[in-house]
């Protein structure tokens, strides 16, 4: 990398993608084998999720979770581009100084030309596999939150039911949660939801509500 920056052939992350087996053979102790295999990885890299190229840009405050969280809101960074610090700060645990740092990232023409660069080039600019389509969105707006030990199912499973829905899990119990799922020695977040009038469900009423949609 020392050397293709400081051979001109590198300027920025874009400049990765227009590279040559010819140029990098250039290098010093690069042969055409060792080429071909950087050139095929830099290639594979084109198709990864939205979430690796949100973190790979850099952005201050955005690491692999807050990517995640960017990339299952907005699906595609055409949306991101255009979304407000409102829009931003209305995802789950994105908070003002994280949507600040995103949206003022994308108002610098010189990073937007850098995302034009790089779709141009092939880059994978949307996740559309993992868009939840309006058809799934039973739970959408609604937050749930499991406490104590689950009979059937694996926490991460149940967390995942429930995003497939176009719903979101929490850790902790407040005035905005729908709803909280007590399994066996439930502790203070179901003490939590008894004193703040949310919701208890067992595992039980928690799975045949999202029986309903297969």
């Known amino acids: 990398m020392d050397q293709l920056v400081d051979r001109r052939l590198v300027a920025d992350v874009a400049d990765l993608y227009h590279l040559t087996v010819e140029a990098m053979c250039g290098l010093d102790r690069v042969g055409k084998v060792l080429a071909e295999k950087i050139l095929r990885e830099v290639e594979t890299s084109k198709t ?7 973190h790979g840009l850099g952005i201050r405050h ?6 995640g969280l960017l990339s299952s809101r907005f699906h595609s960074i055409e949306r991101l581009m255009e ?7 209305a995802v789950h645990e994105i908070g003002p100084e994280i949507a600040h740092s995103v949206a003022t990232y994308f108002l610098h023409p010189q990073n937007r030309e850098l995302v034009a660069r ?3 080039a092939g880059v ?7 868009v939840v389509r309006p058809t799934l969105t039973p739970l ?3 937050t749930y939150v499991f406490t104590g030990t689950l009979r059937n199912l ?3 499973e149940a967390a995942a039911l429930v995003k497939k829905l176009g719903g979101r899990t929490s850790s902790t119990v407040s005035s905005k949660t729908t709803c909280v799922v007590a399994g066996e020695q ?3 977040k179901l003490e939590r939801a008894r004193a703040l009038g949310i919701p208890v469900w067992t595992e039980e009423e928690f799975e045949a509500h999202i029986a309903q949609w297969g």
């Open 48 to 54: 990864r999720p939205l979430s690796r190229l949100l």
């Open 83 to 89: 979304a407000s610090e409102a829009d931003l700060t």
């Open 140 to 142: 959408a707006g609604q």
């Open 186 to 188: 439930a502790g203070s």
């Open 62 to 67: 955005v690491g692999e979770h807050v990517a």
């Open 154 to 156: 694996v926490r991460d």
């Open 124 to 130: 994978c600019m949307a996740d559309e596999a993992t």
């Open 118 to 120: 790089l779709a141009a």
